[in-house]
């Protein structure tokens, strides 16, 4: 994991881990790429106890910024929300202090059956956004073949959790044809034989390798720890 120090010049106040996800986290990256940051910050605990309750996000100051208020962020992991999940696994850490050192400690404490179908839920709502019955055009549909690409990402991450109990960020190994489906040079019929393989493999291992349920009960002793802290 690496630390950079300049982050915290740009990093929210706050701010207890820093990281990369996104195209570049993925090793999916190209020229074009952003750099998509996501970050947890915790707010000072007696800000809580005004009538007016403080933000439980913040955009900036960075382009393409979003950060949690670390309450927000474990109830989003508890779900099982693939962003928030990526963020646990992320190999590009910016910057994390030692209470965010210590909520990448637990991360395996939000995962379970939820975050299966997160993921696979993910990667449907993205495939009926693309419209099968209308398959995106093989010029010019920059955007929709960009959600074909993650919508297989997606699904790949869904049969990963499924087979090994824990997320996998690192598409690299399907670098070449994860481009190709999103620069369009993937024929349609293809794109949907490599949905239906996957789905088939979903299938198969689907609540093998995930507990049932999240350790709910390690996640609210951090959090109460979190609070404590900050009084």
Not at 22 to 33: D, N, Q, V
Not at 63 to 87: M, Y
Not at 136 to 165: E, Q, S
């Amino acid at each position: 994991m690496t630390r950079s120090g300049d982050m915290t010049l740009a990093a929210p106040a706050g701010t207890v881990l820093s990281v990369v996800i996104g195209s570049r986290a993925y090793g999916l990256e190209t020229e074009e790429s952003d750099v998509d940051r996501r970050g947890v910050f915790v707010t000072p605990t007696p800000m809580f106890w005004r009538l007016d309750k403080p933000p439980d996000h913040v955009e900036g100051p960075l382009p393409e910024q979003f950060s949690w208020e670390v309450e927000r962020f474990c109830v989003l992991a508890l779900e099982g929300n693939p962003v928030v999940l990526e963020c646990l696994w992320s190999p590009l850490v910016e910057l994390s202090t030692p209470v965010g050192e210590r909520l990448l400690a637990i991360r395996r404490a939000f995962l379970s059956g939820k975050a299966e179908r997160a993921f696979a839920g993910s990667a449907e709502r993205q495939f009926r956004r693309l419209g099968p019955q209308d398959p995106p055009g093989p010029d010019g549909d920059v955007r929709r073949w960009k959600m074909a690409m993650h919508m297989i990402r997606l699904l790949r991450g869904a049969v990963h959790l499924a087979r090994h109990g824990e997320p996998s960020i690192d598409a690299s190994a399907c670098r070449d044809r994860l481009l190709a489906v999103r620069r369009g040079e993937t024929p349609w019929p293809e794109v949907l034989a490599w949905r239906a393989r996957l789905l088939a493999e979903l299938d198969e291992w689907a609540g093998s390798a995930l507990p049932g349920r999240p350790d709910r009960a390690a996640v609210e002793e951090f959090l109460i720890d979190v609070r404590r802290s900050a009084l």
